[in-house]
């Protein structure tokens, strides 16, 4: 199985600013779209946002101006900018590829936990 380590959750204010990062076992990321993913109790993931293998990203309308997904080059690894961070954005973060439906090979790591309160 591919093995996914999210990092970078913190406790920030509003207006605050995070970068996630997503490290992932194997060579892989040069032919799958990517994503990161979040999920707060009692709801289902949802997808924040994705990058193609050529780079293009696309934004979920909620973080859309506000985050930005981006590859690093001949490596496995994928980051998420977070700016002007709101109280909504609270939630626990995942990276997968997309969509995310191969989780027998490609699993779910532990997530990051990025809190935004005063």
């Known amino acids: 199985q591919v093995q996914f380590v999210e990092s970078g959750g913190d406790l920030v204010q509003p207006g605050g600013s995070l970068i996630l990062s997503c490290a992932a076992s194997g060579n892989f990321f040069k032919n799958y779209i990517m994503g990161w993913y979040r999920q707060t109790p009692g709801n289902e993931r949802e997808l924040v946002a994705r990058?193609?293998?050529?780079?293009?990203?696309t934004y979920a309308d909620s973080v859309n101006g506000r985050f930005i997904i981006s590859r690093i080059a001949g490596k496995n690894i994928l980051t998420l900018q977070m700016n002007s961070l709101k109280p909504e954005d609270t939630a626990s973060y995942y990276c997968?590829?997309?969509?995310?439906?191969?989780?027998?090979?490609?699993?779910w790591g532990q997530g990051t936990q990025v809190t935004v309160t005063s």
């Open positions: 997968n590829i997309f969509p995310p439906i191969q989780t027998h090979i490609f699993p």
């Open positions: 990058i193609t293998a050529d780079g293009t990203p």
